[in-house]
């Protein structure tokens, strides 16, 4: 009994997935040409890709990797920008029932992204695993492919092209950060004191110094946590 409702979540995630991953191709064609700015072979995107799957991660890992960032300075970046994929596991972990194995809870958070943790979260009744396997089997790879193609354009495309195309990824941050930057002002000038100390950060004496990952870093936090104790999310009892 258990087999075959195991196999019905995982049918309806990969069909859950579909769109899902065909979305992911497309936005991580665009990664991919930052990758092969950095001189990431395919092999090398795909792989980062598999293993990373946060558009906002692998990039700011790309830029880093452009810029020579040490070892420490990637490792604090991606743990960083990818810190909210922990509250998200957090989330899922009370969705699933209390006898769930280790690898499956293990591997369900391997899993996690924005998306499939949406279509996850929204399970009714304790979420069965394999649904999130069924979207992750084929989300995954759509995901990776997609950056390990665009390497393999941007080393075919002429340079040119190859700039125009890395414009692209600038357009997918803005159409994250715009819809919800007009319904929020918290998150709005949220953003805008992001751009303005970003800028700033770049030219000030002694902060300019720094590597493109320190400031990165420095700036995710400080503005983070400043806002965190300014504005806190209102729980939804109040």
């Not at 930052?34 to 090398?44: D, E, M, T, W, Y």
């Not at 890992?61 to 810190?83: G, M, R, S």
Request: hydrophobic share 55%; proline share 4%.
């Amino acid at each position: 009994m258990n087999g075959m409702k195991n196999k019905s979540a995982f049918f309806n995630g990969v069909a859950a997935g579909i769109p899902i991953g065909l979305g992911y191709f497309a936005v991580s064609f665009s990664l991919g040409i930052v990758a092969r700015k950095a001189g990431l072979s395919p092999f090398q995107g795909f792989v980062s890709s598999f293993l990373n799957r946060a558009s906002a991660g692998e990039y700011a890992l790309y830029t880093a990797i452009e810029q020579l960032a040490t070892y420490i300075e990637v490792a604090l970046i991606i743990f960083v920008v990818n810190a909210r994929y922990m509250l998200m596991s957090c989330a899922l972990s009370q969705r699933i029932s209390e006898n769930t194995a280790f690898a499956h809870r293990f591997l369900v958070a391997f899993g996690i992204t924005d998306e499939i943790f949406g279509i996850s979260i929204a399970q009714k009744g304790p979420l069965n695993p394999f649904y999130t396997y069924g979207a992750l089997v084929v989300a995954a790879p759509l995901w990776s492919a997609g950056t390990a193609c665009g390497i393999i354009a941007g080393n075919m495309l002429p340079q040119m092209a190859v700039d125009a195309l890395s414009v692209a990824l600038y357009g997918m941050f803005l159409a994250i950060i715009i819809p919800p930057a007009k319904k929020n002002m918290t998150i709005a000038s949220a953003v805008a004191v992001s751009f303005a100390l970003s800028w700033a950060f770049s030219v000030l004496p002694f902060v300019k110094e720094l590597s493109g990952g320190n400031r990165t870093i420095i700036l995710t936090v400080v503005i983070s946590a400043v806002l965190a104790y300014l504005k806190p999310v209102e729980s939804e009892d109040n």
